[in-house]
């Protein structure tokens, strides 16, 4: 790869760069990731799930320890929730602070990235760095959910470019530095923290046969004191409190079950992520696309080797694990940002095109798609997510528009020429800005209105909801009150799906009934 890029870095034109455009560049990469990031509802299972977690931490007082809905909850580790609970200590119980950590995270994961970029192959590279990391799909999905994932692939990037800094300096700084960052990850995720900068350095150590610097690593005593001091406190303390329940359903169940076994009926072919990743890649697609026509170029430096170490592992692993999310991939997404940004900057004019091409499908697949669900919701064979999504509002028509010009302006104004490297980049963050403020707001009324409106009708009764064959765990964040999963008792008021109901029992009032969603009251 390129040597550092020089002090007076270039950009359009050939102007150099003054700091007050680095400083508002940077502040405009986080406009993707805040805008409306409180103006859609909680997304259920997971948001739901970490934010009633989170919401029961806080009414407890016990921040050593997560429950859902009163039952122990052993998913994750207590970090990601110390966060959630920060931001709704500071700013109030709602969305915008349930995820205002993932998004802060994502933020600075575009910051790390860029600079690193930047700093290699020129500023334009790492400007362009910045903006694909916040206009990704996959990235702006965890960036703006109240989940760990946007804190765990801030900590795996900062521990994997630290990494990479040993190996080409060997300085013991950044070794300490990728240690630290590891503690921090065990404790918001779990061992996928050190597995991932573990085996990107394995990886590379391998295919370019220098064992030295991985000997070294090993070895360094201060580093494996700095990550034990940071993960083992709040390891050995719910070991001592849970015992042999901590180690089965935390250690066992969601880390050795999910790759040996399939949890949730999340399961999936070999291939599952061939077709995941370029879909979360939208939409700079052709740009992945020629990063891996490139791969035989790019392996052959070393730096180059490792960002493709690091993301094919990931690939493969998760590829082989039983259990497949779409979010997994993203563990080692960064790399290949880091290596399209590099491709963007020095795009020919051939590039640039098909990257606009990118965009523009993007766009068209982001403002049809509520179109589409409308029109085919009534031949879903569900029941329930056929109410739901038959009954939803049409979308807006004013936020197309606005697409439509901006994008036109941006892409097609001199369509005799390619778009340049800072208009693709503008054009992204205007998709990102569309699906932030349009896309995902109607998605989130669409799937999540009605629950969200049932726990406000339900606020106002005394007593216990059940969830009756339903597990809708944001139902309990919106009600501020804990909502068990199970059979409702006579007293009980019960939440549940229309398809679900008793047939001929009128034994309970409907206190509330919108899209396939039900509200029951006490047995009568």
């Known amino acids: 790869m390129a040597e550092p890029a020089p002090a007076a870095a270039r950009w359009e034109g050939g102007a150099a760069v003054p700091a007050w455009r680095r400083i508002a560049w940077a502040l405009l990469l986080a406009l993707p990731l805040l805008w409306q990031l409180g103006g859609t509802p909680l997304f259920d299972v997971d948001e739901g799930a ?5 919401r029961e931490m806080l009414a407890s007082g016990d921040w050593g320890h997560t429950t859902l809905n009163g039952a122990a909850r052993f998913d994750k580790p207590i970090g990601i929730y110390w966060l ?15 995820r205002l950590p ?15 970029a930047a700093r290699r192959w020129g500023e334009r590279a790492g400007l362009l760095a910045g903006v694909l990391t916040v206009t990704t799909l996959g990235f702006q999905m965890i960036g703006r959910a109240a989940t760990a994932d946007g804190v765990l692939n801030l900590l795996l990037v900062l521990a994997t470019l630290d990494a990479w800094r040993y190996l080409e300096s060997g300085a013991k700084a950044p070794l300490r530095r990728t240690f630290g960052w590891v503690g921090l990850g065990l404790v918001v995720k779990g061992p996928i923290a050190i597995l991932v900068p573990g085996a990107a350095v394995l990886v590379w150590c391998t295919a370019s046969r220098r064992w030295a610097p991985l000997r070294r690593a090993l070895a360094d005593l201060p580093g ?9 406190p709040w390891y ?62 790019i392996w052959a430096d070393p730096l180059g080797r490792y960002l493709l170490g690091w993301s094919s592992f990931v690939v493969l692993f998760f590829s082989f694990a039983s259990t497949k999310l779409p979010h997994y991939v993203l563990y080692g ?25 990118g ?12 179109f589409l669900v409308l029109q085919f919701a009534p031949a879903i064979h569900d029941p329930f997510y056929r109410a739901l999504l038959s009954g939803a509002p049409a979308p807006g028509v004013a936020p197309l528009v606005v697409l439509a010009i901006a994008l036109g302006l941006l892409l097609a104004w001199r369509p005799a020429q390619a778009p340049s490297p800072l208009r693709l980049a503008a054009a992204g963050g205007v998709v990102a800005l569309f699906i932030a403020g349009a896309a995902l707001p109607w998605f989130g009324e669409a799937l999540q209105g009605p629950v969200r409106r049932a726990a406000a009708a339900a606020a106002s009764h005394p007593g216990t909801v059940a969830q009756w064959q339903v597990h809708l ?24 799906r229309v398809d679900r109901l008793p047939p001929y029992d009128d034994s309970r009032a409907r206190l509330f009934e919108e899209r396939g969603v039900v509200l029951l009251g006490p047995r009568r």
């Open 359 to 370: 965009l523009l499908f993007t766009a068209l697949l982001v403002a049809a798609l509520p």
């Open 102 to 116: 993932s998004a802060l995270a994502c933020w600075a994961m575009a910051l790390a990235l860029a600079g690193f």
């Open 473 to 496: 765990p944001s139902f309990a964040v919106y009600l501020q009150r804990v909502s068990p999963k199970r059979e409702p008792l006579p007293d009980d008021m019960a939440l549940t």
């Open 50 to 54: 970490f934010s009633e977690a989170t």
């Open 333 to 357: 997404h960064a790399p290949l940002v880091l290596l399209m940004a590099r491709l963007l900057a020095d795009a020919s004019p051939r590039w640039r095109r098909v990257a606009a091409g």
């Open 236 to 297: 050995a303390y719910a070991l001592d409190r849970h015992g042999m329940a901590f180690v089965e359903g935390f250690l066992f169940k969601h880390n050795v079950e999910r790759f040996t076994g399939t949890i949730g009926g999340h399961a999936g072919s070999p291939l599952y992520f061939l077709v995941v990743l370029p879909l979360l890649a939208l939409p700079w697609t052709p740009l992945l696309a020629a990063v891996v026509a490139r791969w035989r170029t």
């Open 224 to 232: 494996w004191a700095l990550l034990l001091a940071l993960a083992v």
């Open 84 to 98: 959630q609970a920060a931001s709704a200590s500071v700013f109030g119980l709602h969305e915008f602070a349930l």
